[in-house]
């Protein structure tokens, strides 16, 4: 699948797959020479990228696990949307889990893209719903007792 992509600045780095298989797609710093991000703070880091994403697919943002694990940085809102209709800069919303300053330099990768179908759903309202073995249990309602 091709995916159009626009460079908003020239130090942009196009997404890259860090290997064959791989189902994110690394996406990278462009900022001007070093970003701190300190304990507990939360920084909105640019791609210098826009994207033209096809009518039924997103774009799904989610933690790097290298810099999630090693440094405690990883996307605030866990995992990010880019909607297709979305034809803005690319912005990864990074934020400092760890009890010391981290720093975002300039092409570093930041987090990954997963480009992927969704359905858009046509909710019904009604009175009931079908039974279930379940029901309404809730978090941890299907664990061992």
Do not use: W
């Not at 626009?6 to 890259?16: G, Y």
């Not at 996307?75 to 912005?91: F, H, I, L, Q």
Request: charged share 20%; net charge neutral.
């Amino acid at each position: 699948m091709k995916i159009n992509i626009k460079k908003l600045s020239e130090r942009a780095v196009i997404p890259a797959y860090g290997s064959e298989y791989a189902a994110g797609a690394d996406l990278y710093a462009c900022v001007d020479g070093v970003v701190e991000i300190k304990p507990h703070e939360t920084v909105m880091i640019p791609t210098g990228i826009a994207l033209e994403l096809p009518v039924g697919y997103a774009g799904l943002i989610y933690a790097r696990s290298g810099l999630a694990t090693k440094k405690g940085l990883a996307p605030a809102n866990k995992v990010g949307v880019v909607d297709c209709d979305y034809r803005g800069e690319v912005k990864v919303s990074l934020h400092n889990h760890s009890e010391v300053s981290r720093e975002i330099s300039a092409g570093e990768r930041i987090a990954q893209l997963v480009i992927t179908p969704y359905i858009t759903a046509v909710f019904n309202e009604v009175e009931n719903l079908s039974e279930t073995a379940r029901g309404a249990g809730g978090f941890g309602s299907t664990g061992s007792k």
